[in-house]
T-cell receptor
Framework: DAGVTQSPTHLIKTRGQQVTLRCSPI?????VSWYQQVLGQGPQFIFQ???????GRGNFPDRFSARQFPNYSSELNVNALLLGDSALYLC?????????????FGPGTRLTVL | RKEVEQDPGPFNVPEGATVAFNCTYS??????FFWYRQDCRKEPKLLMS???SGNEDGRFTAQLNRASQYISLLIRDSKLSDSATYLC??????????????FGSGTRLQVQP
């Protein structure tokens, strides 16, 4: 069975631009979470979506938004990009609502903002 | 103070050695605890959950001390394939009443032949 997939793999943008990252969860998983991982740090929680509703939000500015589609795939949008947004963006899926369930991570999208 | 603190390492150990990692967390209301493993330039993967009574999975033993807000991971008989970054993860409550996972910065282990 396919694991969590993310696209694109790599992305280069300039300051002020907008970016959309995509994630497809493991088949049957209804929860999708997004994390930002800056080099040398652990992943930081951005959002959780379950059954197309936002169920949790981390300490990120409103420039970050997300949504989940009826097929449980998800998009993360970041507006007005800053240099500090350069990071690996990880998507994780799980079968249940609780984040205490095992989170299965995708390979990530590496975003570079110039 | 960070919510989850780990020694960044690196820990350089020979094959066959026993190595221990420690982690402290600041939120006494934390309810769930995990160790994730992240290989270089790869995604994190769950290594094991950590239970109050302590738990073992093969060569790996995890301990939790709620009073001291301290978690440990012990790896016995280290293998070259154990070389990775080990992330301490704690679930904390958010304002919404839901919980979120908070990751430490990770401890890097390098097992030498």
């Amino acid at each position: 069975d396919a694991g969590v997939t993310q696209s694109p793999t790599h992305l280069i943008k300039t300051r002020g631009q907008q970016v959309t990252l995509r994630c497809s969860p493991i088949s049957g998983h209804k929860s999708v979470s997004w994390y930002q991982q800056v080099l040398g740090q652990g992943p930081q929680f951005i959002f959780q979506y379950y059954e197309k509703e936002e169920r949790g939000r981390g300490n990120f500015p409103d420039r970050f938004s997300a949504r989940q589609f009826p097929n449980y795939s998800s998009e993360l949008n970041v507006n007005a990009l800053l240099l500090g947004d350069s990071a690996l963006y990880l998507c994780a899926s799980s079968s249940g609502l609780a984040l205490d369930n095992e989170q299965f991570f995708g390979p990530g999208t590496r975003l570079t903002v110039l | 103070r960070k919510e989850v603190e780990q020694d960044p390492g690196p820990f350089n150990v020979p094959e066959g050695a026993t190595v221990a990692f420690n982690c402290t967390y600041s939120n006494s209301a934390s309810q769930s605890f995990f160790w994730y493993r992240q290989d270089c330039r790869k995604e994190p993967k769950l290594l094991m959950s950590v239970y109050s009574s302590g738990n073992e999975d093969g060569r790996f033993t995890a301990q939790l001390n709620r009073a001291s807000q301290y978690i440990s991971l012990l790896i016995r008989d280290s293998k070259l394939s154990d070389s990775a970054t080990y992330l301490c993860v704690v679930s904390v409550g958010m304002d919404t009443g839901r919980r979120a996972l908070t990751f430490g910065s990770g401890t890097r282990l390098q097992v030498q032949p």
